[in-house]
């Protein structure tokens, strides 16, 4: 079974330019998930979707992030402008239920790195 | 607001022996769940041990094992016979029943040394 894929896995641009992340959950599965993982930090929750509707999205700066999951499928997260702060490990996970509760294991991707200079 | 401490920002251990991780939660919620995930050196993160609330009984897997005490809010790690691939960042988490939001704490950085 193929995991979650990411993509690129490395990202380097200027601060207020844009930059986009795609990511491809395990097929099959509901729920589709973006975290910000600053340096030293544990995973923080971005947003969720369940198939092609946000379920949360309400640690998500919406001045600058956006995220789309068309068809339910694949996903794609964009800043926009960047800034310094930006610079951190973004992850996608996916799980294959509504993710309502702990029972539903979440399946992480490799993430892209990303540096805002 | 729900809070995970892992207080140990690097730990090592000798290969084949053993090592206990320690995490502490703050919440006001009785049912949720606690997690430990494994994040090797550039690889994707993995879920290692999963506990429920309400279960008095401590979650096993294999090598994995977890002492949950549920009063003082501690749910630690153990790993026995400790192999090279169990090098990683370990992240301990938490979820409510029935929200979104997974909390992580900063992670533990475990070495196992030859």
């Known amino acids: 079974e193929a995991g979650v894929a990411q993509s690129p896995r490395y990202k380097i641009i200027e601060k207020r330019q844009s930059v986009a992340f795609w990511c491809n959950p395990i097929?099959?599965?509901?729920?589709l998930y973006w975290y910000q993982q600053i340096l030293g930090q544990g995973p923080k929750l971005l947003i969720q979707?369940?198939?092609?509707?946000?379920?949360?999205d309400s640690q998500l700066p919406k001045d600058r992030f956006s995220a789309e999951r068309l068809k339910g499928v694949d996903s794609t997260l964009k800043i926009q402008p960047a800034k310094l702060e930006d610079s951190a490990v973004y992850l996608c996970?996916?799980?294959?239920?509504?993710?309502?509760?702990?029972?539903?294991?979440?399946?992480f991707g490799p993430g892209t790195r990303l540096l805002v200079l | 607001a729900q809070t995970v401490t892992q207080s140990q920002p690097e730990m090592s251990v000798q290969e084949a022996e053993t090592v206990t991780l320690s995490c502490t939660y703050d919440t006001s919620e009785s049912n949720y769940y606690l997690f430990w995930y494994k994040q090797p050196p550039s690889r994707q993160m993995i879920l290692v041990i999963r506990?429920?609330?309400?279960?008095?009984q401590n979650a096993t897997e294999n090598r994995f094992s977890v002492n949950f005490q549920k009063a003082a809010k501690s749910f630690s790690l153990k790993i026995s016979d400790s192999q090279l691939g169990d090098t990683a960042m370990y992240f301990c988490?938490?979820?409510?029943?029935?929200?979104?939001?997974?909390?992580f704490g900063a992670g533990t950085r475990l070495t196992v040394k030859p």
């Open positions: 996970a996916s799980s294959l239920g509504p993710g309502l509760t702990g029972r539903e294991t979440q399946y």
């Open positions: 988490a938490f979820i409510r029943y029935n929200n979104n939001d997974m909390r």
């Open positions: 506990q429920e609330a309400y279960k008095q």
């Open positions: 979707f369940q198939n092609n509707g946000v379920v949360d």
């Open positions: 097929s099959g599965h509901a729920t």
